[in-house]
């Protein structure tokens, strides 16, 4: 009989996290749900169990909040013993959005770095939204991952999926330096890339995004989500035996999008899910866009998008 599996999705109430936990669960996993608000976890696994999921149970975990992880592991260690699939998937969008102009506009379809001084009535980025997303986007993931490690490692097909986005691709950078060096995966370690977010927090609040070549545009989005990118392939390096990769959804149609994306959380929760069942020779410290591996190059980014979308 094949071993039971077990996963933890975080951010799973709702969007493109609630679709991961229902398509794992479809798969044949035991999924823990696992969301902010306690309150809300009942109605959530309730209406899966409604339909026809027996596979998925909830706990509460604020990734923001180390005390909540450790007993979310705990509770894990205590009932499973060991943990096989890790789906980071809790987003913090470091915006506010004028919602009407913005869906009237076509949603980030309008977002350009190019446009940026045209929109700065639909998005606004004020520095603390943008200090608590990079907090919670890639610190809290971060923190999740480190204290869930030990219980993966008991896993006989550990694997680890970081949702990220297209946002966080080198390729919206503007500092080659910069880019050369996220890039340089054999050189780079997490105290530079801590030194790196430093950098672009202090010219974030001082105003001063363009002198360094950061994106203008959801700039502190973007750096969380490169910054997670860069931090899949340090663990892919560090943890042979963990299969580790970042998975951009797509376009979806979820609260983040105010539902103005391309693609359903169905469709947009293929990609993550397909990452966490890839088999143990499948590849590490890769970069999915939606089901397909992409460069972390730039170049090589830009010319897969446009063969992409134009096989679309
Ligand atoms: N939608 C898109 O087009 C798109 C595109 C590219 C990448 N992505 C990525 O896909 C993932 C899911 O995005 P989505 O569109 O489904 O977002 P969403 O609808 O805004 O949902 C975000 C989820 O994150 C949870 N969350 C936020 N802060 C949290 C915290 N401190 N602790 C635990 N949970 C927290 C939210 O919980 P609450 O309900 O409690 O707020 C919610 O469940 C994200 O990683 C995002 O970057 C989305």
Redesign the pocket.
């Known amino acids: 009989m094949e071993e039971k599996r077990f996963a933890i999705v ?10 991961i936990c229902r398509q794992l669960a479809s798969n044949g996993v035991e999924v823990i749900l ?4 306690q309150s ?1 976890g009942e109605d959530v696994v309730r209406k899966l169990k409604d339909s026809g999921m027996s596979n998925v149970i909830f706990r509460q ?5 180390p005390s909540s992880i450790t007993s979310l592991a705990e509770f894990v260690k205590t009932h499973f013993g060991k943990l096989d699939i890790l789906v ?6 470091g915006m506010i959005i004028n919602e009407k102009e913005f869906v009237a506009g076509g949603g ?1 379809l309008q977002v350009s770095d190019e446009k940026a001084h045209l929109l700065t009535n639909i998005i606004k980025e004020p520095y603390e939204l943008g200090e608590n997303c990079i907090k ?2 890639y610190y ?1 993931t971060k923190a999740v991952t480190e204290l869930l490690i030990p219980l993966l490692q008991v896993s006989k097909s550990l694997r680890m999926v ?7 691709h080198l390729f919206w950078f503007h500092n080659e330096k910069l880019i050369e060096e996220l890039l340089d995966i054999d050189n780079l370690t997490e105290e530079r890339i801590d030194e790196i977010i430093q950098w672009f927090l202090t010219d974030f609040k001082a105003g001063k995004l363009q002198e360094s070549g950061w994106p203008l545009t959801v700039s502190a ?1 973007k750096v969380s ?1 490169a910054a997670i990118n860069a931090y899949t392939r340090l663990m892919a390096r560090k943890y042979e035996t963990i299969l580790v990769k970042c998975v ?10 105010f539902q103005t ?1 391309t ?1 359903t ?1 169905e469709e ?1 929760a293929k990609g ?1 899910v397909m990452a966490a069942l890839l088999p143990n020779n499948g590849p590490s410290g890769v970069y999915f866009h939606e089901t397909q591996i992409a460069s972390f190059s730039p170049m090589e980014y830009a010319t897969f998008v446009k063969a992409f979308y134009e096989g679309k």
Do not use: C, Q
């Open positions: 975080t951010g799973g109430n709702r969007g493109i996290g609630l679709e696992s969301l902010r608000y809300r975990l604020d990734i923001n909040d980071n998937n809790a987003v913090e969008s980030f919670t986007n809290a970081n949702v990220t986005s297209g946002y966080g989005y989500k951009h959804p797509g376009y979806v149609m979820t609260d983040m999008s994306g693609l959380v947009g993550p």
